[in-house]
């Protein structure tokens, strides 16, 4: 008799561009060093690109300007975009739409899933731990954040695609090796190349 306890383990290592030297999501350069990669990204894949991004605005201004770019390929939160398009849209939806869209070429997280103070629900759990005097990022965020990032990018294993981090808090905090770890095995993508 033969068990089958889920999904077998994962061999093929995951392409992950994500550059030594990047803005952090609070500088005021941001929103300019996220076109550019995004622009390369783009120029140098077939098939489809999702760049995900929680920041309504930011995703916003970034979608019109990858679109002044690429043209029509470039399309915000729908289930239609063209086999070789730009699909810009939040973690949520993503999460909830991927199963209905084509498996893309690549995956650009803009910024990791992490959660915002601003959500009343997520303040309020985040102030229950920092009275019990607990670490609520490293015990509720940052693992939240992993998870949701595993699930997004699941398809590219499968699909052989590639991912790309551009949220330089992965290199440049000391909790952004726990975010590599989650995603091994995985091999440095230092340098684009056409594909």
């Given at each position: 008799?033969?068990?089958?306890?889920?999904?077998?383990?994962?061999?093929?290592?995951?392409?992950?561009?994500?550059?030594?030297r990047q803005a952090l999501?609070?500088?005021?350069?941001?929103?300019?060093?996220?076109?550019?990669?995004?622009?390369?990204?783009?120029?140098?894949?077939?098939?489809?690109?999702?760049?995900?991004?929680?920041?309504?605005?930011?995703?916003?201004?970034?979608?019109?300007?990858?679109?002044?770019?690429?043209?029509?390929?470039?399309?915000?939160?729908?289930?239609?975009?063209?086999?070789?398009?730009?699909?810009?849209?939040?973690?949520?939806?993503?999460?909830?739409?991927?199963?209905?869209?084509p498996v893309p070429g690549?995956?650009?997280?803009?910024?990791?899933?992490?959660?915002?103070?601003?959500?009343?629900?997520?303040?309020?759990?985040?102030?229950?731990?920092?009275?019990?005097?607990?670490?609520?990022?490293?015990?509720?965020?940052?693992?939240?954040?992993?998870?949701?990032?595993?699930?997004?990018?699941?398809?590219?294993?499968?699909?052989?695609?590639?991912?790309?981090?551009?949220?330089?808090?992965?290199?440049?905090?000391?909790?952004?090796?726990?975010?590599?770890?989650?995603?091994?095995?995985?091999?440095?993508?230092?340098?684009?190349?056409?594909?």
């Amino acid at each position: 008799m033969t068990v089958h306890l889920g999904d077998p383990p994962l061999q093929d290592p995951l392409p992950i561009h994500a550059p030594q030297r990047q803005a952090l999501p609070n500088s005021p350069d941001y929103g300019e060093h996220l076109l550019e990669h995004c622009r390369r990204l783009v120029l140098g894949q077939e098939g489809l690109t999702v760049v995900l991004i929680d920041d309504g605005p930011l995703r916003l201004d970034l979608s019109s300007a990858l679109a002044a770019e690429f043209g029509s390929r470039v399309v915000h939160q729908t289930t239609a975009p063209e086999s070789n398009g730009v699909l810009c849209c939040g973690w949520d939806w993503w999460l909830e739409h991927q199963q209905r869209l084509p498996v893309p070429g690549q995956v650009v997280v803009a910024l990791l899933p992490i959660a915002s103070l601003e959500d009343p629900l997520t303040a309020a759990r985040v102030r229950a731990l920092r009275l019990r005097g607990r670490d609520w990022f490293r015990e509720l965020l940052l693992p939240e954040a992993v998870s949701r990032l595993q699930r997004g990018v699941a398809g590219l294993r499968r699909g052989g695609g590639r991912l790309a981090l551009l949220d330089g808090r992965v290199r440049r905090r000391t909790w952004g090796r726990q975010v590599l770890e989650a995603l091994e095995p995985w091999v440095d993508l230092p340098r684009l190349l056409p594909r």
